[in-house]
């Protein structure tokens, strides 16, 4: 019996070398629309799917494979008595190859078109073979990706068919794909929060070295549907990025871009070290650097504003692994490139998701993306609080945003001074912060959560720092408030606490 292949591709790339593979093999092709015409016009010899159909396409293309003839050629198990009688029975032929790539929904979703024009994009046709086929992938060889089409050429050159391992492999992909087109879709039509079922659509990037650790395999995927940071980042030098890379980048970005002032964020081992503002990106990097000169050695360092020249003299004294920001003048890249291995990245896109999802052993955690800086800040002390203060309040606010809890961040004029997080006691966290603190005299003091007891502020007045922020919504924060005024510190509440685990 002559096999049947199915032919019905949006990407025509390729396709002509298998279409004429097949041919040579004596399979014969039934395809659709423009891909019918694309491969009758280089001289394929091919039957047009309303033949096997008996029905013409309709609605725009819309209708066009949905019909038992093709579906029942598809589904049929061909070492079934039943099924086989009963497609011979309603003269259907069986379908041997299905190749099927679907519209470009992934892409065109992103682009700027009205609803009704990104509708038109959702396959219904293409996921619908492709899902037959791979029901049946015992009997059909189904193929969903261009990239496969040299595998299954070279395994016939060699064997004559398709092993059973292989179509289990195509067949797998195809449902793989489907899953992600049908979560784009869903997250497309989507105004629920948090729908019953959480479905995600990504595209693995590319295979890392390892992960977290050498014994850990990873990769990186990136998010069909939106146009992140992450995902738009163009690397101009270096090594291959490696997952702690990715992270520690995605964290100094973020920091960066809280500010509309020239700032600069150092990362290590993803906890920010030194962030600073500045008249212009040489300043703002010193600082960063100044607030704590051994740390960010090896570490990631974000500039939220284009790269100089002077800049990246200072930037290529000391090892770093990771430099990103919006853009370099051509002689600073320059300066950049003579350090070969140094990740030299371009980023010019604010971060921009709205939930956040954590993995835990059998489940996740889906959230809102920490977003809200603060509510109404309150000055709850007999000490009023200064403009200047208020800057850098709202400054050590920013920063500590990122911080593992607990978070302390000391600074002035712009600049922190010390960071303490990841404790598991707040005052451990403080005395951290303060001791790491070069100057404290009238620094300020930001928290990610309140204070419960007096600890803090008395610990605070001992370095000399003039001025705290922290959420309150402690039953005891007229005890913090108490010791505030003995010690003439200004306290200020937020309202909103950003504690990150």
């Known amino acids: 019996m002559m096999k049947r292949a199915l032919i019905s591709v949006f990407d025509k790339e390729n396709i002509l070398e298998i279409a004429k593979f097949l041919e040579e093999r004596e399979v014969e092709i039934v395809s659709t629309g423009g891909s019918y015409k694309y491969l009758k016009e280089n001289g394929i010899k091919v039957i047009d799917i309303s033949e096997v159909t008996h029905f013409p396409e309709m609605l725009d293309g819309r209708v066009k494979t949905l019909h038992p003839n093709i579906h029942g050629g598809i589904l049929a198990i061909r070492d079934k008595k039943e099924h086989m009688e009963t497609i011979k029975e309603h003269n259907i032929s069986t379908i041997d ?4 790539n679907l519209y470009p929904f992934f892409e065109k979703v992103k682009e700027d078109l009205t609803e009704v024009e990104k509708i038109e994009f959702i396959d219904i046709g293409g996921p619908s073979m492709l899902r037959s086929a791979a029901k049946s992938f015992k009997d059909v060889v189904v193929i969903s990706d261009k990239d496969d089409y040299s595998l299954i050429m070279d395994e016939i050159k060699e064997t004559g068919d398709v092993s ?13 794909l489907t899953s992600a087109y049908d979560a784009a879709i869903f997250n497309f039509l989507n105004e629920e929060e948090f729908p019953k079922y959480l479905t995600i659509s990504y595209t693995k990037e590319s295979e890392m070295r390892y992960g977290e650790n050498g014994h850990q395999m990873a990769a990186y995927y990136v998010d069909n549907m939106s146009e992140g940071a992450m995902k ?15 992270r520690d980048m995605d964290l100094a970005w973020k920091v960066v871009c809280e500010f509309e002032e020239t700032a600069c964020c150092a990362v290590k081992h993803s906890t920010p070290c030194g962030v600073a503002l500045g008249e212009n990106v040489k300043d703002a990097y010193t600082k960063a650097y100044e607030c704590d000169p051994v740390s960010i050695f090896g570490g990631i360092v974000a500039i939220n504003k284009e790269v100089d020249l002077e800049t990246a003299k200072l930037l290529t004294q000391l090892f ?16 950049l490139k003579t350090k070969k291995n140094l990740r030299v990245i371009e980023c010019n896109r604010k971060p921009i998701d709205k939930k956040e999802i954590v993995k835990v052993d ?19 002390t007999e000490k009023v609080v200064t403009e200047e203060e208020m800057k ?11 911080v593992k809890s607990n978070g302390i961040v000391i600074a002035k004029d712009g600049k922190t001074l010390g960071i303490g997080g990841g404790e598991v006691s707040r005052i451990w966290a403080a005395e951290k912060a303060l001791e790491r603190s070069k100057e404290t005299k009238d620094a300020i003091m ?23 922020i922290q959420p309150g919504g402690s039953i005891n924060d007229e005890r913090s408030i108490k010791a505030c005024n003995e010690n003439n510190i200004s306290m200020v509440i937020s309202e909103i606490r950003h504690f990150k685990h």
């Not at 190859?97 to 099927?100: G, K, L, T």
């Not at 738009?232 to 990715?246: D, H, T, V």
């Not at 309140?450 to 001025?467: C, H, M, N, Q």
């Open 97 to 100: 190859y299905v190749i099927v």
């Open 164 to 176: 059973l391992s292989t179509r289990k492999k195509l067949a797998a992909k195809v449902f793989n």
């Open 232 to 246: 738009g980042f163009k690397q101009l030098n270096g090594k291959e990025l490696s997952y702690n890379n990715i």
């Open 320 to 335: 770093l692994e990771i430099v990103i920001a919006p853009s370099f003048t051509k002689e600073a890249l320059e300066v």
């Open 362 to 380: 059998g489940g996740m955690l889906y959230q809102d993306t920490d977003v809200i800086l603060h509510k109404d800040l309150k000055v709850v």
């Open 392 to 402: 850098d309040l709202i400054f050590g606010l920013k920063v500590v945003k990122y």
């Open 446 to 468: 930001a928290s990610d959560a309140f204070f419960p007891f007096e600890d803090v502020v008395e610990l605070s007045a001992k370095y000399g720092i003039s001025s705290i």
